[in-house]
């Protein structure tokens, strides 16, 4: 259980559609439970999430937070380490945290098949991934060459999303 807590904050101020029965819920998933301890608002949050549901809980957290001088304790909430040693939390530097783990995902696609996907989630071409060029702040995929039955493609966006198709060729 990751904790992040909330001082400052009673739980009367947090509104959130997100919210119902002091849970955070996305897709009829928990991602966290909210507990109130005084001024304190406290957040478990589930260490099983994926990128997208940590996104979205931290999006809610700082969303709760914006202009009510809360302060943020998220000791309880370390997620891992950067590349260079250090810890990584959800809302202290979530970014170099996120371009971490996509450029690790990244690597580990090279040469797998593919699928590129426009921010609808619509399919742009599917196939080995041979390359791919990243903006860091905020992370994203802005193009990828794929090689598909068809030869080279290259897919450029300012958005692409490489997913794995769990196909071998």
């Known amino acids: 259980m990751l904790i992040l807590k909330l001082m400052g904050t009673p739980i009367e101020h947090i509104k959130s559609e997100h919210i119902k029965n002091k849970s955070v819920i996305r897709n009829n998933k928990t991602l966290a439970t909210i507990k109130e301890t ?3 608002v406290e957040f478990q949050i589930d260490p099983y999430l994926d990128l997208d549901e940590f ?3 931290r999006d809610i957290i700082m969303e709760i937070s914006y202009g009510n001088e809360a302060a943020i304790d998220e000791r309880g909430c370390q997620l891992g380490y950067l590349e260079n040693g250090e810890k ?3 809302i202290k530097n979530w970014e170099e945290w996120k371009v971490f783990l996509m450029k690790a ?6 040469g797998q098949n ?3 996907l426009n921010p609808e989630g619509e399919e742009l071409g599917s196939g080995l991934l041979a390359e791919y060029e990243i903006a860091e702040s905020p992370f994203r995929i802005m193009s990828c060459t794929l090689i598909t039955l068809f030869g080279e493609r290259k897919f450029e966006g300012e958005n692409i999303k490489i997913v794995p198709t769990n196909q071998f060729s």
């Open 114 to 116: 593919v699928q590129a």
């Open 105 to 110: 995902k990244l690597r580990t696609l090279e």
């Open 88 to 90: 990584a939390f959800l």
């Open 38 to 40: 005084g001024n304190e």
């Open 55 to 57: 996104q979205f809980l």
